[in-house]
């Protein structure tokens, strides 16, 4: 199986959309109700690429996951932190593809002048058919830290859940800070640096 990521285009939405889905219908990992429609998706898609990198992953040519960044807040004080997200296809697992497409994000993020990244992961007190703690355990080996927890705060299937924070640091955080570049600006730098992000997989 052959991996490679790439840039994200408006016209990913549907597939995308397919592999957020149940997400959203079957687990507690998104807090998110209702499916979005495609055209909501390709607009949150063309929302975020106009400021963060928007990454897909392709395992033979095909959609298997995809990742992103958002604000971490508004205010421009904020401008140097993001939140990030990402999101596997579930035949797509345990094979490395997402530690694979978070580097690639990193290393865009990088590009930008990003110094943190931040994750908001839904965590259960006790594992369930809905929420297990993978995600946190995902991040921690990429090196994110824990830095905040907030208590039954989100509920969904009828459970209540916890949500964490966590965080990993990019990049020194120089005095004075130089300004963040668009995603925009560094698209071709990033494509070119993505293109060595491939891996070839051997399937079991």
């Not at 429609?37 to 040519?61: C, H, N, Q, W």
């Not at 993001?82 to 590009?111: D, P």
């Amino acid at each position: 199986m052959n991996l490679r990521i790439r840039i994200a285009s408006e016209e990913d939405a549907q597939a995308l959309l397919a592999l957020y889905a149940p997400y959203v219908e079957y687990t507690a990992i998104t807090f998110e109700y209702e499916v979005p429609s495609a055209e909501e998706f390709r607009e949150r898609i063309r929302k975020t690429m106009r400021k963060y990198p928007y990454l897909v992953l392709e395992a033979d040519g095909v959609p298997a996951g995809y990742a992103y960044a958002s604000p971490f807040h508004d205010r421009p004080a904020y401008d140097w932190a993001v939140e990030t997200s990402i999101y596997m296809g579930e035949q797509y697992r345990k094979i490395g593809g997402g530690r694979l497409l978070h580097e690639g994000l990193e290393e865009a993020l990088r590009l930008q002048g990003i110094r943190n990244m931040n994750a908001c992961i839904a965590y259960p007190k006790e594992e369930d058919e809905y929420l297990t703690k993978n995600s946190v355990e995902f991040h921690s080996h990429l090196c994110y830290r824990l830095v905040g927890e907030f208590y039954q705060c989100g509920y969904k299937f009828g459970r209540w859940y916890d949500m964490v924070w966590m965080e990993k640091l990019i990049g020194p955080h120089e005095v004075p800070a130089a300004p963040i570049r668009p995603f925009l600006e560094i698209r071709e730098q990033a494509a070119a640096m993505l293109a060595h992000y491939a891996r070839n997989i051997k399937e079991v």
